[in-house]
T-cell receptor
Framework: QKEVEQNSGPLSVPEGAIASLNCTYS??????FFWYRQYSGKSPELIMS????GDKEDGRFTAQLNKASQYVSLLIRDSQPSDSATYLC????????????FGKGTSLLVTP | DGGITQSPKYLFRKEGQNVTLSCEQN?????MYWYRQDPGQGLRLIYY???????QKGDIAEGYSVSREKKESFPLTVTSAQKNPTAFYLC????????????FGPGTRLTVL
């Protein structure tokens, strides 16, 4: 069974701080990795995708990928209360029509 | 506007009843997916389709059925054989050809009465 693991949290950070979210995956042949944000009762919203080792920055978000360690992370700089949500890590499954294998999500709470 | 629509937003099912959830996209995407989400859980794959008139079972297909008669549409039927159908159902689509980003519809919340 291919696994995607995340700490469930909740992760609590003060407003303006950096939030660090982590994810590990078991399938060594995985090629693409995604971070989705999900507000309560809503569908997931794609916020970052990363395909190569290293960092990828988009505004306040930075995704980091280390394929050798099978580890992907998301940093949120200058965290805002509106960032409070559940963050889902997802990995493509080539043998399932490139469907996504999701972790259970990390709940983030940004306190004013 | 391009996007994925799902209907209804809320659905209530009686015991022994089949219900169909609609998913439509106008993004010209080839591949479409159905996922199920239970409280505090990640999404689990029910069915997927990469081309019209072809679909494959995912990890939790038992008690569900799908069709793909048109590129734009991928309806999911929850049958009476699904013993615990209360969940949040999410449809997604992506262009065919590899490791592309998937985009989700707004979801249907199904409750068994």
């Amino acid at each position: 069974q291919k696994e995607v693991e995340q700490n469930s949290g909740p992760l609590s950070v003060p407003e303006g701080a950096i939030a660090s979210l982590n994810c590990t995956y078991s399938d060594r042949v995985s090629q693409s990795f995604f971070w989705y944000r999900q507000y309560s009762g809503k569908s997931p919203e794609l916020i970052m995708s990363i395909y190569s080792n290293g960092d990828k920055e988009d505004g306040r978000f930075t995704a980091q990928l280390n394929k050798a360690s099978q580890y992907v992370s998301l940093l949120i700089r200058d965290s805002q209360p509106s960032d409070s949500a559940t963050y889902l890590c997802a990995v493509n499954m080539r043998d399932s029509g490139y469907a996504l294998n999701f972790g259970k999500g990390t709940s983030l709470l940004v306190t004013p | 506007d391009g996007g994925i629509t799902q209907s209804p937003k809320y659905l209530f099912r009686k015991e022994g009843q089949n219900v169909t959830l609609s998913c439509e996209q106008n993004l010209n995407h080839d591949a479409m997916y159905w996922y199920r989400q239970d409280p505090g859980q990640g999404l689990r794959l029910i069915y997927y389709s990469q081309i019209v008139n072809d679909f494959q079972k995912g990890d939790i297909a038992e008690g569900y059925s799908v069709s793909r008669e048109k590129k734009e549409s991928f309806p999911l039927t929850v049958t009476s054989a699904q013993k615990n159908p209360t969940a949040f159902y999410l449809c997604a689509s992506t262009p065919l050809g590899g490791y592309n980003e998937q985009f989700f519809g707004p979801g249907t919340r199904l409750t068994v009465l």
